[in-house]
């Protein structure tokens, strides 16, 4: 278990995490790792078995370790339907069927893979009542280490209240090599914490929200470890992608620390998974998380920099002025990795950030505007200033 002594109300943090493992050829020690377990579930997609599951699966099964596995279907995404497959598939009948005995059920379930693999995983082992792990394959969200998984159910995506990866196991080398729209997701999903945490303070001073200084420091420095490596991003270099990687882990550390998405999201996840949403709405392939979540964090960035112009609040100015240069940095970083801007058309964008609002019960700088009448005319300028960031 992971623990954080803290001068917080909570008095301290913890997270059930057992191994925390990030190295190169990380992958070659998942035998070892999960020694304490026989009947292993294995779930994967098409494309992460052929990464890092197919090579899993032969360590289990040489080990006597495997009870199955699941391939999801393509697209993989973490859809009620996927989540009821996982499901279905996880017990395994008797050869002769008992009419008193129940289906036999792993002991373990194993993701390989990254957000979407690792979120359905996340709701079936909570649903279920077993240890679940992950052998991540791509630095592209920082769900790794989140007590909360955004499923998509019917036409919306609810985040829902899950299991802790006992087990976390990435390997360097693999991630290296994922797709590079992958990496810039990583970077999109960790910009964003700098929104997420000055929500955060937002909300602890007008609604007494609790606020844990010692996390949102944490979750901070990472983001800026990150950033400060995210330049050489398309070289690849182990030590960028560790930096990423450990970033996001200690922004879904963050999430597990409090028991709440808090410390990793607001506004720019909130506007982001509201464009996921509108695509599902009409029957498209939502992009990916971190790259919605990149752009929304320009939209977030945009608007406190209008408010801390133009408010009269000295006590607000200070604390948006405390993040300013975090956020000229961010749209720095922006020239260099040019993270892709997939909602270009105005009508969507502008409805992103009116119906972001209402995505969760969160207080965040949207409701503050939509409090005092200003959202429409900051989601119409967000639209404006943000398309000049579009250098993808």
């Known amino acids: 278990m992971l623990s954080m002594e803290c001068n917080c109300s909570q008095k301290g943090h913890s997270a059930p995490i057992k191994v925390l493992e990030v190295s190169e050829n990380a992958i070659e020690k998942v035998v ?13 997609d098409k494309n992460t078995y052929e990464v890092a599951g197919k090579k899993v ?33 996880a017990g395994i009948d008797r050869e ?17 893979g990254s957000g979407s693999v690792n979120d359905i995983c996340r709701m079936v082992s909570y649903r279920m009542g077993l240890e679940y792990g992950v052998v991540g394959t791509a630095p592209s969200m920082d769900g790794y280490v989140s007590v909360v998984a955004p499923l998509i159910n019917g036409n919306r995506k609810i985040v829902y209240t899950c299991s802790v990866a006992r087990h976390i196991i990435i390997d360097l080398n693999i991630c290296a090599g994922a797709p590079y729209e992958l990496l810039l997701a990583g970077v999109g999903d960790m910009i ?3 929104v997420a945490i ?14 844990c200084e010692k996390v949102a420091n944490m979750v901070l420095e990472a983001t800026e470890k990150c950033i400060t490596s995210a330049v050489s991003l398309k070289e690849r270099e182990i030590e960028t992608i ?58 977030a960035i945009v608007m406190y920099k209008k408010l801390y112009e133009e408010t009269n609040e000295t006590w607000l100015k200070e604390l948006i002025g405390k993040y300013i240069p975090a956020f000229e940095k961010i ?14 058309d105005k009508d969507k964008f502008i409805e992103g ?21 200003q959202l429409q005319e900051y989601a119409e300028f967000a639209y404006e200033e943000t398309m000049k960031y579009n250098v993808g």
């Open 96 to 112: 002769n069927y008992d009419i008193n005995a129940f289906s036999y059920n792993p002991d373990y379930i194993l993701a390989v």
């Open 32 to 44: 070892d790792i999960l020694s304490d377990y026989n009947r292993i579930y294995m779930v994967a």
């Open 242 to 299: 560790e930096n990423t990687i450990d970033g996001l882990i200690l922004s879904g550390l963050g999430i597990a620390y409090t028991g709440s998405s808090r410390p990793a999201s607001g506004t720019e996840h909130m506007v982001g998974q509201t464009w996921e949403i509108m695509d599902v709405e009409k029957g498209k392939v939502p992009n990916l998380h971190g790259v919605e979540v990149g752009e929304a964090t320009f939209a």
């Open 198 to 211: 000055l929500d955060w303070e937002l909300s602890q001073k007008l609604t007494g929200e609790y606020y």
């Open 192 to 194: 964003g914490k700098y």
């Open 353 to 373: 950030v009116l119906r972001g609002r209402t995505f969760r019960v969160r207080y965040t700088l949207l409701q503050y505007l939509y409090d005092r009448g």
């Open 57 to 89: 699966e032969k360590m289990l099964k040489e080990a006597g370790k495997l009870s199955h596995i699941c391939i999801i279907d393509e697209p993989a995404l973490p859809t009620n339907a996927n989540v009821g497959k996982v499901l279905i598939e």
């Open 331 to 344: 749209l720095e970083l922006q020239k260099q990795i040019k993270i892709p801007f997939t909602v270009t």
